[in-house]
């Protein structure tokens, strides 16, 4: 079983669709993290779980709504998106302090039509 | 504001030959991680190597090596001995707290 895993792989989505992706980390890590990768474009931090709470929004529109109900799982609820919002969405995992690596999953492709 | 730069789009490399991905970065923090990640086709982000702000040593892992040069504010990371497999997106990253930020990654392609 694999450190990081996202669900799903692949997913297309109407504007008007609510659909969520999930991560869970089998880690023991206490900070969870969504990243958004766009083409030719950096990877993008989105959010920052610690611990549950989330510590990092980085000034991401509101139709992308974060739930962390444990260390272990994080989820990203999508509502009324944009077709400009189609990306790899990775997840990724590490302890909450220092300097370590971070863990990602594998990545969710996100199409929006 | 912390920024990591990576000033090659893309690199070409002969299979079995050494080649060196750059890596700058921009921080006021003491302490702070550098790491290279690696991205296959398949996206998966894959650790290759981790550089602490504090260890005295370059890293090496396997094939990998950073050449960490602190006063120059440089990462770079250099792969020996090429494979085919090497083929990918490459990422400098730096942490720094909680957060990871990315530079612009760097396409490797090895030719057979």
């Known amino acids: 079983e694999t450190g990081v895993t996202q669900t799903p792989r692949h997913l297309v989505m109407g504007m008007t669709n609510k659909k969520s992706l999930k991560c869970e980390q089998h880690?023991?890590?206490?900070?969870m993290y969504w990243y958004k990768q766009s083409a030719k474009k950096p990877l993008e931090l989105m959010f920052v779980y610690n611990f549950k709470e989330q510590t990092e929004n980085n000034s991401v529109p509101s139709r992308f709504s974060p739930e962390c109900p444990n260390s272990s799982h994080l989820f990203l609820h999508l509502h009324t998106l944009q077709p400009e919002d189609s990306a790899l969405y990775l997840c990724a995992s590490s302890q909450a302090s220092g300097t370590g690596e971070l863990f990602f999953g594998e990545g969710s492709r996100l199409t929006v039509l | 504001a912390q920024k990591i730069t990576q000033t090659q789009p893309g690199m070409f490399v002969q299979e079995k030959e050494a080649v060196t991905l750059d890596c700058t970065y921009d921080?006021?923090?003491?302490?702070?991680?550098l790491f290279w990640y690696k991205q296959p086709s398949s996206g998966e982000m894959i650790f290759l190597i981790y550089q602490g702000s504090y260890d005295q040593q370059n890293a090496t892992e396997g094939r990998y090596s950073l050449n960490f040069q602190k006063a120059r504010k440089s990462a770079n990371l250099v792969i020996s001995a090429s494979q085919l497999g090497d083929s990918a997106m490459y990422f400098c990253a730096m942490r720094y707290g909680n957060k990871l930020v990315f530079g612009a990654g760097t396409i490797l392609r090895v030719k057979s």
């Open positions: 880690l023991g890590h206490n900070a």
């Open positions: 921080t006021s923090d003491p302490s702070y991680g």
